[in-house]
Structure formats: structure tokens, C-alpha cells
């Protein structure tokens, strides 16, 4: 597509529920990143897909948070039993190998 | 560990006067270096970029930043600021060589007044 695109836009879950986030990232782009930006931490890197292996998840901040790749393109992120501390803006971005990244609009979650 | 500092929290300017926003970085090496700019409600766009070569690069909208390896910094610089670019600014380093881990800066939330 044009961009990369999140979905949904916005979501508000109860505590403890589990919840997926989707990343369709720009396509031909091999290399896909979630960040986290939230008022506390800034913006923080998740994890790195390059094709469908994630080399570097360093930045997950617990078990409860996985993501998966297929098929080289829309990535998933997962969060499991959410806790109120997860409420942020989730954001994806795409590139090619070495370039720069390009962001989508972000999944603005909310834990209630 | 790399790390990025933007001294500046909050920077109010006006209309029409010139903008320096600061960046300092912690790195070994010369490390990838950018600025994306962040609108109410948007994403990150990016700004400008610095691989290597020339110091002074040119971006979108008019921006520019220097790389002073002697200070560690990459300053962004517009001489003229519209009020459409009351925004939030962020700097942000990744690995030379490697694949775009970001290390973000804080970022710095520029007002405009006419």
C-alpha cells in the first residue's frame, strides 16, 4: 500500500483481556518495527522483523507481549492479560533493509 | 548504551523567527542520525536524515540539521517558522551498519505564535 497501516485506530480493553494489534507495513519493505510511545517512556523500540524472524525483541517488555510476522508482510502484536500500564500508542513502521523507517498512525490502546 | 538527549522540553517561537531545536547523542561511533516531526494525532515523518558524507543535510518543509562529531550533536534549524509547524520534534539514532533500532530523544514540542 501507500503507507503503512495500523488497525484498529483506537482500542479500549478491560484489565486482563488480551488484545491484537495489526501492522500491514509499505509493501517490498523486508525489514518491520513496533514501537511504544507513552507519557512516561518516550518512545520506545519493541521488536525487529526482518522477513518473518524477529533477530532483535529486546525491547518486550514482559511475556505477556508477543508478535509474529507472516508471510514477509502484516505483522501482529499481542498482549496478553493487559494491565493498565499498557495503555500507549503502539507504533508500527516498515523499511527496506538499511534505510530510513516509515511510520503508521499508531493503535492508541487504553486499558480500563 | 546509546542514548539522546533534547534538552528542550517546550520551545515557543514566533511566527516568522528563526529555530535552532537541540540534540546530543551518546554513541561510540558515528551512528545514524534523524529528526521526525510528530503532528496532534499523527504518526512520526520523517524530517531529515544523516548517513554520512556532507554535515549539513537538508530535509522537507525547509529543515535542516548539522552533525558535529566534536560536540556529538545534530541541531535541527529552520531560518523562517510557519505556524503549521507547531508540532513535536523528535531526534533519534541508530546503529551504523545495522538495521533502524531507534533510540528516541524525549522530543521537544514546539508552540508557534502568530
Known amino acids: 500500500g501507500a503507507g503503512v497501516s495500523q488497525s484498529p485506530s483506537n482500542k479500549v480493553t478491560e484489565k486482563g483481556k488480551d488484545v491484537e494489534l495489526r501492522c500491514d507495513p509499505i509493501s517490498g519493505h523486508t525489514a518491520l518495527y513496533w514501537y511504544r510511545q507513552s507519557l512516561g517512556q518516550g518512545l520506545e523500540f519493541l521488536i525487529y522483523?526482518?522477513?518473518?524472524?524477529?533477530?532483535?525483541k529486546s525491547g518486550l517488555p514482559s511475556d505477556r507481549f508477543s508478535a509474529e510476522r507472516t508471510g514477509g508482510s502484516v505483522s501482529t502484536l499481542t498482549i496478553q492479560r493487559t494491565q493498565q500500564e499498557d495503555s500507549a500508542v503502539y507504533l508500527c513502521?516498515?523499511?527496506?533493509?538499511?534505510?530510513?523507517?516509515?511510520f503508521g498512525q499508531g493503535t492508541r490502546l487504553t486499558v480500563v | 548504551a546509546q542514548s539522546v538527549t533534547q534538552p528542550d522540553i517546550h520551545i515557543t517561537v514566533s511566527e516568522g523567527a528563526s529555530l535552532e531545536l537541540r540534540c546530543n547523542y551518546s554513541?561510540?561511533?558515528?551512528?545514524?542520525l534523524f529528526w521526525y516531526v510528530q503532528s496532534p494525532g499523527q504518526g512520526l515523518q520523517l524530517l531529515l536524515k544523516y548517513f554520512s558524507g556532507d554535515t549539513l543535510v537538508q530535509g522537507i518543509k525547509g529543515f535542516e540539521a548539522e552533525f558535529k562529531r566534536s560536540q556529538s550533536s545534530f541541531n535541527l534549524r529552520k531560518p523562517s517558522v510557519h505556524w503549521s509547524d507547531a508540532a513535536e520534534y523528535f531526534c533519534a539514532v541508530a546503529l551504523s551498519g545495522g538495521y533502524n533500532k531507534l533510540i528516541f530523544g524525549a522530543g521537544t514540542r514546539l508552540a508557534v505564535h502568530p
Open positions: 522483523f526482518q522477513g518473518n524472524s524477529a533477530p532483535d
Open positions: 513502521a516498515s523499511s527496506r533493509s538499511h534505510t530510513e523507517a516509515f
Open positions: 554513541y561510540g561511533a558515528t551512528p545514524y
